[in-house]
């Protein structure tokens, strides 16, 4: 089993101005597994161009894009794959319509949504929010247990989301987590999203390291 937790990047509520630039220099500054485009309640229209405007700049990085919560529009757009909430829509159905594609589903601090979504063909169950978070409002809260117990029993991979900073994220990495979900630990970041990226980065590697 690989042994490597990866940086899952997830774009910030509302997209600054320039933020094409800021995302390049995210990506050049050091491994990141993938990029979810998060707009919530943003139109049709809006999520369309933000996705013309920067799935190039990630596919260009071998940076696999993902759409949050919008299955038949990733299909539409050719993005690499999305990333359904227990509500967005037919989880089944996505994965149908997504074939050959990326599917990931979030489920909160359950052994058996996750085990629901690994059956139906996941490509990854996203499990949180360990840490209070400002990015959304928090109805669940896990446990780096499930992390551990999840890695021992499934092939399929984690996803650890929620206020997840390079100063909290080792036991999240050391219980075995697959992928770290992070926002504001880059785009907040007070030297940058690059220095952001990098400083995650080494985090991981330090938890690996320590375990």
């Known amino acids: 089993?690989?042994?490597?937790c990866r940086l899952y990047l997830i774009t910030p509520p509302v997209l600054p101005a320039g933020f094409e630039d800021?995302?390049?220099a995210a990506l050049d500054a050091g491994d990141v597994a993938c990029l979810q485009l998060r707009l919530k309640d943003a139109p049709r229209d809006e999520v369309k161009r933000a996705i013309a405007r920067l799935m190039p700049i990630a596919q260009k990085?071998?940076?696999?894009?993902?759409?949050?919560?919008?299955a038949p529009l990733a299909a539409e757009m050719g993005c690499d794959g999305a990333h359904l909430g227990q509500s967005d829509g037919d989880h089944a159905g996505a994965r149908m319509l997504l074939s050959g594609k990326i599917l990931g589903i979030t489920c909160h601090a359950s052994r058996h949504l996750a085990m629901t979504a690994g059956e139906m063909g996941a490509d990854y169950v996203a499990f949180?929010?360990?840490f209070p978070t400002n990015t959304k409002e928090t109805q669940h809260v896990a446990d780096p247990e499930l992390l551990a117990w999840w890695?021992?029993?499934?092939e399929?991979?984690?996803?650890?989301?929620?206020?997840i900073t390079a100063e909290n994220c080792a036991p999240l990495v050391q219980a075995g987590a697959d992928f770290l979900?992070?926002?504001?630990?880059v785009?907040?970041?007070p030297e940058g999203a690059a220095a952001g990226v990098r400083r995650m980065n080494q985090a991981i590697r330090d938890a690996l390291d320590g375990r």
Do not use: K, T
């Not at 089993?1 to 490597?4: P, V």
């Not at 399929?156 to 206020?163: E, F, L, N």
């Open 22 to 24: 800021h995302l390049a």
């Open 61 to 70: 990085r071998d940076v696999a894009f993902l759409l949050n919560d919008d």
């Open 187 to 189: 785009w907040n970041h």
């Open 181 to 185: 979900a992070v926002v504001g630990a």
């Open 128 to 130: 949180g929010a360990f």
């Open 156 to 163: 399929v991979p984690s996803v650890a989301i929620g206020g």
């Open 151 to 154: 890695s021992e029993l499934m």
């Open 1 to 4: 089993m690989d042994e490597r």
